[in-house]
């Protein structure tokens, strides 16, 4: 093992762990706000540009510490500007983020886990199966080095990349306040969204904590036998109890919750299903976003446009707000669910998932 994969990383630390940190070296607590600073709002890039603090703290510091921890394995930019990075961690994995700029925003989607154990049917990430969860400095490390490689500011973050953020809560929520903190990152924490397949109790403890982040839903049907038939998670989690879960997020937080719903041909959009969409929705302060399916060679098709119009056309009724996603960065394969880490692949890969996940601890 090198000495990068033995050192402690700064990225990702709260104020609270550099001040026991500092300690011990026997320095002054006002040290680990200015580290912090340094670390996750100005993002310098090495401890020498840490200007205010003594250089021999500075020297100190680089001698026990790493700011970071991922290495940049490749890096493809799409003909649309969305560029896709494969990191390497130091364990040896390899995930993904996506840069999305827009004209009045810069979003990147980041990976909370290695694979994905939820084996949802459509989904590129599950074909790898859960490999490991990343820790709160890898996750935030993916916004800093993205940030510092576009020379953008990111002004939205969302938790759409691989893995299940719900499944890998504490470290998620703790990198989330690193990227909402003024003195961190600095994203307004609305702008920063967790999108879960459905894992209900997490939503109750979200709810619970009154976190300030945004919450998205995965739902992808309005029937619990359909979202059975392409989500796993639903044998553990009923559709009634997802909505039950979302009704008391909505009560208690008063904020809107986004429900994804990826149109999968001759699937879920005929009639029923938006009547069905209708009706369990309308009750909920929600907004529907309508994904198209990115092509994961998993034998699902996006519906044409003449197909899907009866079932917009019923929508057009809902109380609640409707989006269609674009697609961003499909040339290069960096569109939802079509996160998928080859460099890992040694098995060959079933076109369908036919067996369960192994249960999921919650
Ligand atoms: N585990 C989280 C994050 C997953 S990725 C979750 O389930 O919400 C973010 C979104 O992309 C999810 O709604 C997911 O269901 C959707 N998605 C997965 N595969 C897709 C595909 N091939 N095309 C379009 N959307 C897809």
């Given at each position: 093992?090198?000495?990068?994969?033995t050192?402690?990383?700064?990225?990702?630390?709260?104020?609270?762990?550099?001040?026991?940190?500092?300690?011990?070296?026997?320095?002054?607590?006002?040290?680990?706000?200015?580290?912090?600073?340094?670390?996750?709002?100005?993002?310098?890039?090495?401890?020498?540009?840490?200007?205010?603090?003594?250089?021999?703290l500075?020297?100190?510091?680089?001698?026990?510490?790493?700011l970071?921890?991922l290495?940049?394995?490749?890096?493809?930019v799409?003909?649309?500007?969305?560029?896709?990075?494969?990191?390497k961690?130091?364990g040896?994995?390899?995930?993904?983020?996506?840069?999305?700029?827009?004209?009045?925003?810069?979003?990147?989607?980041?990976?909370?886990?290695?694979?994905?154990?939820?084996?949802?049917?459509?989904?590129?990430?599950?074909?790898?199966?859960?490999?490991?969860?990343?820790?709160?400095?890898e996750i935030?490390?993916?916004?800093?080095?993205v940030?510092?490689?576009?020379?953008?500011?990111?002004?939205?973050?969302?938790f759409?990349?691989?893995?299940?953020?719900?499944?890998n809560?504490?470290?998620?929520?703790?990198a989330?306040?690193?990227?909402?903190?003024?003195?961190g990152?600095?994203?307004?924490?609305?702008?920063?969204?967790i999108?879960?397949?459905?894992?209900?109790?997490?939503?109750?403890?979200?709810?619970?904590?009154s976190?300030?982040?945004?919450?998205?839903?995965?739902?992808?049907?309005?029937?619990?036998?359909?979202?059975?038939?392409?989500?796993?998670?639903?044998?553990?989690?009923?559709?009634?109890q997802?909505?039950?879960?979302?009704?008391?997020y909505?009560?208690?937080?008063?904020?809107?919750?986004?429900?994804?719903?990826v149109?999968?041909?001759?699937?879920?959009?005929?009639?029923?299903?938006?009547?069905?969409?209708?009706?369990i929705?309308?009750p909920?302060?929600?907004?529907?976003?309508?994904?198209?399916?990115?092509?994961?060679?998993l034998?699902?098709r996006?519906p044409?446009a003449?197909?899907?119009?009866?079932?917009?056309?019923?929508?057009?009724?809902?109380?609640?707000?409707?989006?269609?996603?674009?697609?961003?960065?499909?040339?290069?394969?960096?569109?939802?669910?079509?996160?998928?880490?080859?460099?890992?692949?040694?098995?060959?890969?079933?076109?369908?998932i036919?067996?369960?996940?192994?249960?999921?601890?919650?």
């Amino acid at each position: 093992m090198s000495d990068v994969q033995t050192k402690p990383v700064l990225i990702g630390k709260t104020q609270q762990s550099l001040r026991e940190i500092l300690q011990e070296m026997g320095q002054p607590a006002y040290r680990a706000n200015q580290i912090y600073k340094w670390v996750h709002h100005h993002q310098v890039k090495s401890f020498d540009e840490m200007s205010n603090l003594p250089k021999t703290l500075r020297a100190e510091l680089a001698e026990k510490f790493h700011l970071g921890n991922l290495t940049m394995a490749t890096r493809e930019v799409s003909t649309d500007g969305t560029i896709k990075y494969l990191w390497k961690t130091t364990g040896n994995h390899f995930m993904e983020s996506v840069f999305i700029p827009e004209e009045r925003r810069n979003t990147i989607c980041i990976s909370s886990q290695v694979g994905c154990a939820l084996g949802c049917a459509f989904c590129a990430t599950a074909k790898m199966g859960f490999l490991v969860n990343l820790t709160c400095s890898e996750i935030v490390e993916q916004v800093i080095r993205v940030q510092q490689d576009t020379g953008e500011k990111i002004t939205n973050v969302v938790f759409m990349g691989m893995g299940e953020p719900f499944l890998n809560y504490s470290r998620v929520i703790q990198a989330s306040h690193i990227f909402s903190d003024p003195e961190g990152l600095a994203i307004a924490a609305k702008k920063i969204t967790i999108s879960t397949v459905g894992v209900v109790p997490r939503i109750y403890q979200f709810t619970d904590e009154s976190q300030p982040f945004s919450l998205a839903i995965s739902l992808h049907a309005s029937r619990q036998d359909l979202r059975q038939s392409i989500m796993p998670i639903a044998d553990k989690f009923s559709l009634d109890q997802l909505m039950d879960s979302a009704r008391y997020y909505t009560f208690n937080s008063k904020k809107r919750i986004t429900f994804e719903y990826v149109l999968l041909e001759d699937i879920n959009h005929s009639a029923k299903d938006a009547k069905g969409l209708i009706s369990i929705l309308s009750p909920l302060k929600c907004k529907l976003n309508l994904i198209p399916f990115n092509d994961t060679g998993l034998g699902f098709r996006t519906p044409s446009a003449e197909k899907i119009k009866p079932f917009y056309d019923i929508l057009e009724g809902a109380p609640f707000t409707i989006t269609l996603r674009k697609n961003r960065g499909n040339d290069i394969s960096a569109a939802c669910g079509q996160l998928y880490s080859k460099e890992k692949m040694t098995e060959k890969t079933p076109r369908f998932i036919k067996s369960r996940p192994t249960p999921i601890a919650t």
